[in-house]
């Protein structure tokens, strides 16, 4: 009998090619977007493999119910929507699909950085409302990036990706990481590693490219953003927990920050109130992956995971 893949969102179906010809996939209905948690629950227990989204909740519970499961394949690079120390606990293998999502996750932070130090979505904002933009030499002023000092909290792979678009644009690199990166990758990032407290002091750009985990959630918090430049821009295109929003919009309205450019929220889909009154903080909803190429590529990679585990080969696994 054909193992069973449940496949949670009505992705296009370009890079599920080979799995749908392997094994017996179930995506949800043509006119539904995805499946809801409480209908992935009713059925859970009758597939081998999962393929799960980033905001797809696999917890305790369906962990629980899902008595064939074998694998979740999750569609992200982050994984903080699974109980992970518990699918290790039940066997359950989960991989996510790294490769597909560094470039595009990387060109999102620095359009993000370039429209915040450039004001660029608050110029194209003013500009469409008659009279409201000034063309004066001494207005619309931001900041120039060659020369300043970018540092990246978190320099796995989005994180160098990150470095090299700055590197372009004639930044210096400063990074954190949980432990330092190699001489030579150092040496062709022309990066250094320095402690949390001088990377959050002395940079004029601080991004956000690590995990979600305990020990990051609300590392930027009130207390860091204090101590961040005056003239310092903040960057997040990681995980909205590790920042802790009521102080970024607070540091943001009292310009104790310039401007931040954020594509994850604390609460994920609902952003704050306070942010959506400054101008200062640019907004996008979670489009760090979103292009036409990497929702096949990612399509592609989580294929690619559950038929190599099903059949022997090379697999992104994280537990
Ligand atoms: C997107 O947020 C991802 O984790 O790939």
Redesign the pocket.
């Known amino acids: 009998m054909k193992k069973r893949v449940l496949v949670t969102y009505n992705m296009f179906r370009e890079g599920y090619s080979k799995l749908i010809e392997k094994y017996d996939v179930t995506f949800p209905p043509a006119d539904r977007e995805c499946f809801s948690y409480d209908e992935v629950m009713e059925v859970i227990d009758q597939y081998d493999a999962l393929q799960s989204m ?1 905001n797809f909740p696999v917890d305790k519970n369906l962990l629980d119910k899902a008595t064939k499961l074998k694998i979740v394949s999750n569609y ?3 994984y903080d929507n699974i109980d992970i120390p518990y699918a290790t606990q039940k066997g359950v293998v989960v991989t996510n ?1 790294p490769d597909p ?1 560094t470039e595009p996750t990387a060109d999102m932070a620095m359009g993000l950085l370039l429209s915040v130090a450039r004001r660029i979505s608050e110029c194209d904002r003013n500009l469409r409302i008659p009279g409201k933009i000034e063309w004066g030499l001494l207005d619309n002023l931001g900041y120039s990036l060659y020369g300043k000092q970018l540092g990246i909290f978190g320099m796995g792979r989005i994180g160098k990706a990150l470095a090299r678009r700055a590197i372009a644009s004639g930044m210096k690199i400063v990074y954190h990481n949980h432990k330092p990166i190699s001489e030579e990758q150092e040496k062709l990032l022309n990066a250094r590693y320095v402690s949390f407290e001088e990377l959050i002091t002395t940079s004029d750009v601080v991004s956000i490219n690590a995990p979600h985990t305990n020990e990051t959630h609300h590392i930027i918090n009130e207390k860091v953003l204090e101590k961040m430049k005056k003239t310092a821009i903040l960057i997040n295109t990681a995980r909205g927990p590790l920042v802790d929003e009521a102080a970024l919009a607070k540091a943001l309205k009292n310009k104790t920050i310039y401007g931040a450019g954020l594509d994850v929220f604390e609460f994920g889909h609902k952003v704050s109130d306070e942010l959506l009154e400054l101008d200062n903080v640019v907004l996008t909803p ?1 489009i ?2 979103q292009t036409f190429d990497v929702r096949n590529e990612m399509a592609y990679c989580v294929s690619e995971n559950i038929i190599n585990f099903f059949e022997g080969g090379k697999i992104t696994r994280v537990n």
Do not use: E, I, R
Request: proline content about 0%; hydrophobic content about 35%.
């Open positions: 980033y992200a690079v982050g699909t999502v979670h760090g992956t």
